[in-house]
């Protein structure tokens, strides 16, 4: 079994985390500021610091944005949909990338409430609901509010 390193993008590498390192070129696509509030959040769920979380400490994610309020039937799920390997632990690059999804302003670099903008522009100009702008829909920008 190789042991990879847990990237700390601002610091090289930090302790061993004993699993491959498959996720390491999905991190590039984040700004610093972003990878640093995802990997705070991971060490504070991360109770023992065995940069890998459990089922049981996983199940504190309802503590996280975007996730209160989740029922324990749908943490279990999420478990088993993050875990990407199915080794019943969800390491920092199966946290990372779940939070990237969770999370797609993060992805575009600007504020949630910046993304969240966007979007409702993109659903107003798309007159015929198809999630597709077409020239005519894009060129009817003046119609947007500011």
Not at 5 to 16: D, T
Not at 33 to 60: H, P
Not at 84 to 105: A, G, I, N
Not at 117 to 122: D, E, G, R, S, T
Request: with cysteine; proline share 3%; net charge negative.
């Amino acid at each position: 079994e190789s042991t990879a390193q847990l990237p700390c993008r601002s610091m090289g590498s930090c302790a061993s985390s004993k699993r491959p390192d498959v996720y390491a070129s999905s991190t590039t696509e984040l700004s610093q500021e972003s990878y640093d509030v995802i990997l705070a959040e991971f060490m504070t769920l991360d109770i023992d610091s065995d940069k890998k979380l459990s089922r049981a400490e996983f199940e504190k994610i309802v503590a996280l944005p975007g996730h209160e309020g989740c029922k324990a039937t749908d943490i279990t799920r999420l478990f088993n949909t993050v875990d990407l390997d199915h080794d019943q632990t969800v390491s920092f690059e199966e946290f990372l990338e779940h939070m990237k999804k969770q999370r797609p302003w993060i992805v575009a670099g600007i504020s949630e409430t910046s993304y969240n903008k966007i979007l409702n522009q993109f659903v107003t100009l798309d007159s015929d609901g198809d999630h597709k702008l077409s020239r005519a829909e894009f060129e009817n920008l003046e119609g947007l509010p500011g």
